[in-house]
């Protein structure tokens, strides 16, 4: 007979009442530490490279963290698996800080680029920590309360960091855009330190190492391909084409080595479940989507409506406050009817709707008209954002619960670099051509470099190439969004064929609900 305090969810229900509000506040700062950084860091990139140099080498402060991220983000989760999700998330917030620390004391290029890496490894375990322990202190039926929360911390981060950022950078310096992590990071430490308390794991089985190392080259390799694609390198380059060979071959690597490994990175037989796979892909599409979306709209309002650049996130509010209002009846509609399937075939659907309508913005568009559009596609993501992990999380057993986790968070970091690469490429084509139609010879050299201008070097141009620059970022953000419209309809397909499956039910334990204890019983020691 299973003693029922070694599970996390009996543990949760016994021990967690008084203290889970504290607990989530602590994971609220974690997930905030790991979106905030990049928005952050985006608007004192320009203060850094005057002080450090390495103009050539600025790309690699953001794709060094977004490549140690994605790469680690399966591995965090099945190390929480296999050995306890407190310590492995604890440690996690520790590499991030000792990034952040050593970040702000860089005193060249190379060595920020290295340390940026560091601290997205510690990223990759944060997003993931967080789901997971949710995912283990409370059942999926109450869960849908706490999304309103997520979203909100998601557009906190996404409004809030380009403002914060440039005021810490005016005022403090840029080495403080990496030392306000600190702070933040060790009240989050503390919190889950004292009163998170989460059954012990130790497994015999082995790391597997070679599927750990398959799936980092595969996972590189295309993150490198969405990033240099059409920027660095031609998309035909060779460059790129070896790239692709290698990701391809790395994954089909990794996909044959998981049927086999004792304990495989990535279980194979999670995707067994109908559900967990649709919202794999859901997730994909949503990722790709949204951050196209908050990559275009901001500079088609600045360049072509006129929008001040300084408080540029304050520019998707329509967006994100409909995505957080969503989020929220989303959740508590979820928890107290125990139906979801109706969300994301709503959410895709909307989306779709809302991508369409952005993509018919030209120069004449109001604000107050683009507004609305966006907030469209803003009720759609509300739908969906949270409900894929929640699905995802309800369609596997409590001793999978990380790996679904962090296999739900790398299709959406993916989905968001392969939107932002594909919209990207066919944007700046786009802006290329109606320049050259428009603005001639001038148009053309004018955009040679870079087909997004910013507010300094538009004032510089002459009215007529001006004119012809606001045609072509409005035809351009009508191929991204129409682009993102099409995809949305892959979306839209797989909502149709979830099944709704109940979800499981409130309190510390339901029969019939997978035993945490089935595969790898942990030790009875609470932390």
Request: proline share 4%; with cysteine; hydrophobic share 50%.
């Amino acid at each position: 007979m299973t003693d029922t305090t070694d599970t996390p969810a009996a543990d949760a229900g016994e021990k967690q009442p008084k203290s889970v509000r504290v607990v989530l506040l602590a994971l609220m700062i974690a997930m905030m530490l790991a979106m905030l950084d990049n928005m952050i860091i985006g608007t004192a990139m320009p203060t850094i490279v005057g002080e450090l140099g390495g103009l050539e080498h600025l790309s690699w402060v953001v794709t060094a963290y977004t490549l140690a991220t994605a790469a680690s983000t399966p591995l965090w989760g099945k190390l929480g698996d296999m050995y306890g999700r407190k310590g492995t998330f604890l440690s996690s917030i520790v590499i991030f800080l000792i990034g952040s620390a050593l970040s702000g004391m860089a005193q060249n290029m190379g060595e920020l680029i290295g340390f940026r890496a560091v601290q997205g490894l510690g990223a990759g375990g944060l997003m993931v920590g967080v789901m997971a322990i949710i995912g283990d202190l409370i059942p999926p039926r109450e869960r849908g309360k706490y999304q309103g929360m997520m979203a909100g911390v998601m557009a906190l981060a996404m409004i809030g960091g380009p403002l914060v950022g440039g005021t810490i950078t005016d005022n403090w310096g840029w080495r403080w855009a990496f030392y306000i992590n600190l702070p933040l990071g060790v009240v989050a430490l503390v919190a889950v330190t004292a009163v998170l308390h989460l059954p012990k794991k130790r497994s015999k089985a082995r790391i597997d190492y070679l599927g750990a190392a398959l799936l980092t080259v595969g996972i590189t390799a295309i993150v490198l391909v969405t990033t240099w694609g059409g920027t660095e390198y031609a998309w035909s380059s060779a460059r790129i084409m070896e790239l692709i060979g290698i990701g391809v071959a790395a994954l089909v690597g990794f996909v044959f080595w998981q049927t086999r490994a004792a304990e495989p990175v990535v279980p194979l037989h999670i995707f067994r479940s109908l559900n967990f796979t649709l919202m794999s892909v859901i997730g994909f599409i949503t990722g790709f989507v949204m951050f196209g979306a908050t990559l275009f709209l901001p500079l088609y309002q600045q360049s072509v409506q006129g929008a001040s650049a300084t408080n540029s996130g304050l520019l998707l509010l329509p967006m994100l406050g409909a995505m957080l209002v969503t989020s929220m009846v989303a959740g508590r509609v979820t928890t107290n009817t125990g139906k979801y399937k109706v969300f994301p075939v709503l959410g895709s659907a909307l989306m779709i709707v809302g991508l369409y309508l952005l993509s018919t913005m030209d120069t004449g568009t109001s604000r107050l008209t683009s507004g609305v559009f966006m907030a469209v596609v803003g009720l759609g993501m509300g739908c969906l954002m949270q409900i894929t992990m929640l699905v995802a999380q309800n369609s596997v057993e409590m001793k999978d619960m990380g790996v679904a986790s962090s296999s739900t968070t790398l299709f959406r970091t993916l989905g968001s670099s392969f939107g932002v690469a594909i919209m990207g490429a066919l944007f700046n084509n786009r802006v290329q051509d109606v320049m050259a139609e428009r603005g001639g010879a001038l148009g053309s050299k004018v955009t040679e470099q870079s087909a997004q201008l910013d507010a300094k070097s538009l004032e510089k141009l002459p009215a007529l190439v001006r004119e012809a620059y606001q045609h072509a970022v409005s035809a351009g953000t009508h191929s991204a969004f129409l682009l993102g419209a099409v995809v949305a309809v892959v979306a839209l397909a797989a909502a149709v064929f979830v099944k709704e499956v109940p979800l499981k039910g409130a309190g510390p334990k339901e029969d019939g609900e997978p035993d945490a204890t089935a595969a790898q019983p942990p030790v009875a020691e609470t932390v």
